[in-house]
């Protein structure tokens, strides 16, 4: 399966984005689908995971503040994010593995889209 991620930019704190990812290839609803960020010099850190029951889950540092969502029929998952903060910004990516479980670990996905940049200014 192949993952487009779109919806990044440059807002200012407080504002909101979402993201989205549009995923190519068949059984888009079998996948867990995940969203991660890095930011410069740090490593690739869990935000939030659905699974193939919608279950949603979420890092506790976004709890409160993002939802994830998907919609099979458009092979689409979303990333609404609200009261952005400086410390949010990053390239945010989305993942999908075949799983029975919701994974939070990068290493535990299969696919990758090729990022987003998200930047919030002070």
């Known amino acids: 399966v192949q993952l487009v991620e779109s919806g990044g930019g440059l807002v200012p704190a407080g504002d909101s984005l979402s993201l989205s990812c549009v995923a190519s290839?068949?059984?888009?609803?079998?996948?867990?689908l995940g969203w991660f960020r890095q930011a410069p010099g740090k490593e690739r850190a869990f935000l939030s995971t659905?699974?193939?029951?919608?279950?949603?889950y979420y890092a506790d540092s976004v709890k409160g503040r993002f939802t994830i969502s998907r919609y099979n029929a458009k092979n689409t998952a979303t990333l609404q994010m609200n009261d952005l903060k400086p410390g949010d910004t990053a390239v945010y990516y989305c993942?999908?593995?075949?799983?029975?479980?919701?994974?939070?670990?990068?290493?535990?996905?299969?696919?990758w889209g090729q990022g987003t940049q998200v930047t919030v200014s002070s």
């Open positions: 659905i699974d193939t029951n919608s279950r949603k």
């Open positions: 993942a999908a593995v075949q799983s029975w479980r919701a994974p939070d670990r990068p290493m535990e996905y299969d696919y």
């Open positions: 290839g068949p059984l888009f609803s079998r996948y867990v």
